[in-house]
C-alpha cells in the first residue's frame, strides 16, 4: 500500500549504513541507498522531526557466529558511512540482533518523544530493516518503509520482503513520494 500520510510526530529509523555493512555486495547499489537515507534525513530534521541512526556492533549473545572470510572486522566497520550526514541531534542506536528494538533503548526513546509512526531505510531489507519493521508493528508504531532507501545482499530476499511482507506491516513508498508527504 502507498504512504497516505505521515503523522505528526514520525521518526525515520536507518538501519546500519555503517562502513562494514555497505561495503558488501548488495542487490542495489549501497551508495544510492545512503544517498536517499541522508535525503529523508535532512528532511527529517527540517521538520523537526526525530531521526535514528543504527548501527550493528555484534552478534547477539548466545549465537554462534558466522567467521568473516577476511578474519577480524576492521576497526570502523561499525562506524556510520558520512556520506550519510549525521548530525549531533540524531539519535544513536548500536544493537547487537538483527532488529532495532531488542535490547536497545530505541523504543523507550521513541515514546519519550511521543513517535507514533517511523519511517525505515537501511541495509539489508530481509534482515535489519525487516525485523525492526516487525517490532515496530508489534510495539504499536505505524511502519513506512522507504522502497527505494532499502537493499539486501540477496535480490529474492530483497523483494519478498517489499512485495510479501512490508506490505503486511504498514505502508511503503518512494524516498520521493514520503519527502513529498513531509511538505
Do not use: C
Not at 61 to 89: F, N, Q, Y
Not at 152 to 157: G, L, R, V
Request: glycine share 10%.
Amino acid at each position: 500500500m502507498t504512504a497516505t500520510r505521515l503523522d505528526p510526530v514520525t521518526a525515520l529509523v536507518v538501519i546500519d549504513l555503517q562502513k562494514g555493512i555497505t561495503a558488501l555486495s548488495t542487490a542495489q547499489p549501497a551508495e544510492h541507498i545512503v544517498e536517499r537515507s541522508a535525503a529523508l534525513a535532512k528532511a527529517f530534521r527540517a521538520k523537526g522531526l526525530p531521526v535514528v541512526l543504527v548501527n550493528v556492533t555484534g552478534g547477539a549473545p548466545g549465537r554462534t557466529e558466522r567467521h568473516l572470510a577476511g578474519g577480524e572486522r576492521p576497526a570502523d566497520w561499525a562506524e556510520l558511512v558520512p556520506g550519510l550526514g549525521a548530525e549531533d541531534g540524531d539519535l544513536r542506536i548500536s544493537k547487537q540482533q538483527w532488529g532495532a528494538f531488542h535490547g536497545t533503548a530505541l523504543d523507550l526513546e521513541l515514546r519519550r518523544r511521543g513517535v507514533t509512526q517511523i519511517v525505515l531505510a537501511g541495509i539489508a531489507t530481509s534482515i535489519g530493516v525487516e525485523s525492526t519493521a516487525r517490532a515496530a508493528h508489534e510495539h504499536g508504531y505505524h511502519v513506512t518503509i522507504a522502497t527505494d532507501a532499502v537493499t539486501d545482499m540477496d535480490e529474492a530476499s530483497h523483494t519478498h520482503a517489499l512485495t510479501r511482507i512490508f506490505p503486511r506491516l504498514g505502508e511503503t513508498d518512494t524516498t520521493e513520494a514520503l519527502l513529498a508527504l513531509l511538505g
